[in-house]
């Protein structure tokens, strides 16, 4: 079955840190995408990355770069130089497929 | 605005009553998902449509739950006699079919329908 692990509930950083979210998955499937979400206070998902499964090269945009590493199941986002307006749930998710199995949520707290 | 919009924002129902919801999806959007989250949790997936075609349910609709995408655009999610576990925030989202293979296009959320049954 289909599973992605968060491990990291809570993590609470003060602005300018450097945080890294962690995000192990489990599939039986050879070919699937991978995708990062964020959800501010205000509700609503917003798309991040998406990584397929044969792909491992490593993404960076701006301040945000995700680690893809197939041989440990892991999808590894950081977010350098972290700002107040990082703050928010970070979920890591896996299509199973078409659908999304999403990750419990990391919640990031950047304090200024 | 061309995103993803539900209504209502929130809904507040006694147990036993019935509700719905609605979901309007971009416009080019083949592909229409619903979704339930708890607070603390990660959405979970409920159902999703291509076009008009419900091609997948989860276990976790029960029989109370039932979902419409009638003409393949806007779509519905009633719960029936709703109790008080159903209390969530009910999530819509929506992606192109596009060629890619399933599951390649990212899902565009909406803002969610918080449920709470007293």
């Known amino acids: 079955a289909q599973k992605v692990t968060q491990a990291q509930t809570e993590i609470s950083v003060v602005e300018k840190e450097d945080v890294t979210l962690d995000c192990v998955y489990e599939?039986?499937?050879?070919?699937?995408?991978l995708f990062w979400y964020k959800q501010p206070p205000s509700g609503e998902l917003v798309f991040l990355i998406r990584r397929n499964s044969f792909d491992e090269q490593n993404e960076i945009s701006g301040r945000y770069s995700w680690n893809f590493q197939k041989s440990t199941s892991s999808f590894n986002f950081t977010i350098t130089a972290s700002q107040v307006v990082d703050s928010a749930v970070y979920f890591c998710a896996l299509t199973s497929p078409g659908k999304l199995i999403f990750g419990q949520g990391t919640t990031l707290q950047v304090k200024p | 605005d061309t995103g993803v919009s539900q209504d209502p924002r929130h809904k507040i129902t006694k147990r036993g009553q019935n509700v719905t919801f609605r979901c309007d999806p971009i416009?080019?959007?083949?592909?229409l998902y619903w979704y339930r989250q708890t607070l603390g949790q990660g959405p979970e997936f409920l159902t999703y449509?291509?076009?008009?075609?419900?091609?997948?349910k989860s276990r976790l609709l029960s029989d109370r739950f039932s979902a419409e995408r009638p003409k393949g655009s806007f779509s519905t999610l009633e719960i029936q006699r709703t109790e008080q576990g159903d209390s969530a925030m009910y999530l819509c989202?929506?992606?192109?079919?596009?060629?890619?293979?399933?599951?390649?296009?990212?899902?565009?959320f909406g803002p969610g329908t918080r449920l709470t049954v007293t």
């Open positions: 416009s080019e959007h083949n592909r």
């Open positions: 989202a929506s992606s192109p079919l596009g060629g890619g293979p399933v599951g390649y296009y990212e899902q565009y």
């Open positions: 449509f291509q076009n008009e075609a419900q091609l997948e």
């Open positions: 599939t039986r499937d050879t070919t699937y995408y």
